[in-house]
């Protein structure tokens, strides 16, 4: 199955201010999805991002809010803008491992907003 | 109605206990089904798929009822590395993937 790096694995960040996260994969993959995941709760889709088009975002989710990119089929960044106490999370990226091999995902970023 | 539900537990079982978790899905059109360890702190990672059939990987048994849309999990011969939280997950359509809130797993040595 692919190999997510994902940074930053953590960080602490002051309100209104925006962080930007980062996934590379060891191989070319189609779409990479970026999920929440609030303590406690479960793991929650935020957008979808394919390369060369615009990402895909689910309901409850804005491109100004969480603007991500998708330069090439190996890399996407999510951004967390204007950040508030509210945001604070955990962060995944994710991709298909293939058919019934379910989705592998990035080791988190742990959020906090102060 | 959430998509997917899970017992939250925490179960707390002692070593070598049999322990079973169970799920619910609401969308009789979902397609694949998965269970994801995640250790405190860690990112979910791949336990088993969930075939109609069911399907056995060593002390793990998963089984799909798709007249009654429930997934079971069963773990023989528990193990103190066992202690993880335990996501139900449920693939339907294209990439749309639901999550369960997890089972929480606990062995006491």
């Known amino acids: 199955s692919a190999v997510i790096s994902q940074k930053p694995s953590r960080d602490i960040c002051q309100r209104g201010t925006s962080l930007t996260i980062q996934c590379q994969v060891d191989?070319?993959?189609?779409?990479m999805f970026w999920y929440r995941q609030q303590p406690g709760q479960s793991l929650t889709l935020i957008a979808t991002?394919?390369?060369?088009?615009?990402?895909?975002?689910e309901s409850g989710f804005v491109i100004d809010k969480f603007p991500i990119s998708r330069p090439n089929l190996t890399f996407s960044t999510l951004t967390v803008s204007n950040m508030s106490p509210e945001d604070s999370s955990i962060y995944l990226c994710?991709?298909?491992?293939?058919?019934?091999?379910?989705?592998?995902f990035g080791s988190g970023t742990r959020l906090t907003v102060v | 109605r959430k998509e997917v539900e899970q017992d939250p537990g925490p179960f707390n079982v002692p070593e070598g206990a049999t322990v079973a978790f169970n799920c619910t899905y609401s969308n009789s059109a979902s397609q694949s089904f998965f269970w994801y360890r995640q250790d405190c702190r860690k990112e979910p990672k791949l336990l088993m798929s969930v075939y109609s059939s069911g399907n056995e990987d060593g002390r793990f048994t998963a089984q799909l009822n798709r007249a009654s849309q429930y997934i079971s999990l069963l773990i023989r011969d528990s193990k103190l590395s066992d202690s993880a939280t335990y996501l139900c997950?449920?693939?339907?359509?294209?990439?749309?993937?639901?999550f369960g809130t997890g089972t929480r797993l606990t062995v006491i040595p």
């Open positions: 991002a394919n390369q060369g088009s615009e990402a895909t975002y």
């Open positions: 997950v449920c693939l339907t359509g294209a990439n749309n993937l639901f």
């Open positions: 994710s991709v298909e491992s293939g058919s019934n091999y379910g989705y592998t």
């Open positions: 191989s070319q993959v189609t779409m």
